[in-house]
């Protein structure tokens, strides 16, 4: 069984940084894609940014040059650090690895004010 456990959601102001953190256990292919998706209230879940096992990334335009993704030392781990946060980045920020299947975890809030 696959557990995602993140950490590092809140509130910040226009302008401010964030880093979100997730953790993976459980039997984990060491060919995966780990990743991050957001939820905006009244909006479908939309893609972040996801990183390879050989660490290839992908970024929504919308965060591309502000947010950075990367992989822990222990390779289950996973990143996003957000930077020049946007009000329009407030969102529930979901963790995502596909190994076998997919697996999210269960969602950190960030809260960004105007």
């Known amino acids: 069984q696959v557990e995602l456990v993140e950490s590092g959601g809140g509130l910040v102001q226009a302008g401010g940084s964030l880093r979100l953190s997730c953790a993976a256990s459980?039997?984990?292919?060491?060919?995966?894609?780990m990743g991050w998706y957001r939820q905006a209230p009244g909006k479908q879940r939309e893609l972040v940014a996801t990183?390879?096992?050989?660490?290839?990334?992908n970024y929504a335009d919308s965060v591309k040059g502000r947010f950075t993704i990367s992989r822990g030392n222990a390779k289950n781990t996973v990143y996003l650090q957000m930077n020049s946060l946007k009000p329009e980045d407030t969102a529930v920020y979901y963790c995502?690895?596909?190994?076998?299947?997919?697996?999210w975890g269960q969602g950190t809030q960030v809260t960004v004010s105007s």
């Open positions: 995502y690895l596909w190994s076998y299947g997919d697996y």
């Open positions: 459980g039997i984990i292919n060491s060919i995966n894609t």
């Open positions: 990183i390879t096992s050989r660490e290839n990334t």
